[in-house]
């Protein structure tokens, strides 16, 4: 099933879900954080090496601070960046709706001629389809789950598909 270009839907990135800072402030102390934590570690296995140490645990701590900061960079890249695949995401379109709640999770793409029915709550998506009813939670910021909700409530208008805020009872 082919999922529609980004260019004629509205892809809706659900980000870190912290609501104490900015996703781009969030994205950029990934980076800086990694950054700096590379560096570090780089510094502290060169330097352990040359000296010719006999403290192992002393390289192995390089490594693992090295491994943290590859976390961080990882972090910043693939799961807070809006453009990345693999970031956790709602895109909305006129032949369906694609769901991502997790790095790790695949996506799931649903064809409006399919959806009988969409269920709307706190932090969550509910579509019944031919298959039966799937709930998908997810964490995002506030103002961004309005606009998915809004989004997913106006393109449903259009189709004639029945929606229950679960939210309002």
Not at 33 to 53: K, P, Q
Not at 82 to 91: D, E, G, K, V, W
Not at 115 to 144: A, C, Q, S
């Amino acid at each position: 099933m082919e999922t529609p270009s980004i260019e004629q839907s509205q892809r809706f990135t659900l980000g870190s879900g912290d609501i104490s800072m900015s996703e781009k402030t969030a994205i950029k102390l990934n980076y800086i954080a990694g950054g700096l934590m590379m560096i570090s570690s780089l510094y502290y296995i060169i330097s352990f090496v040359l000296i010719d140490t006999e403290f192992n645990y002393k390289i192995i701590s390089g490594v693992l601070f090295f491994l943290s900061a590859c976390i961080f960079l990882f972090r910043a890249h693939f799961e807070l960046s809006p453009s990345s695949r693999y970031a956790p995401h709602f895109l909305i379109s006129d032949t369906g709706i694609k769901i991502k709640t997790g790095v790790f999770k695949n996506s799931v793409f649903f064809n409006w001629d399919d959806v009988k029915k969409i269920e709307i709550g706190y932090y969550l998506i509910g579509i019944k389809d031919k298959t039966g009813l799937e709930y998908f939670p997810y964490k995002t910021r506030k103002e961004t789950s309005i606009q998915i909700k809004s989004a997913i409530e106006e393109m449903t208008t259009q189709k004639g598909i029945e929606v229950h805020n679960l939210s309002r009872r």
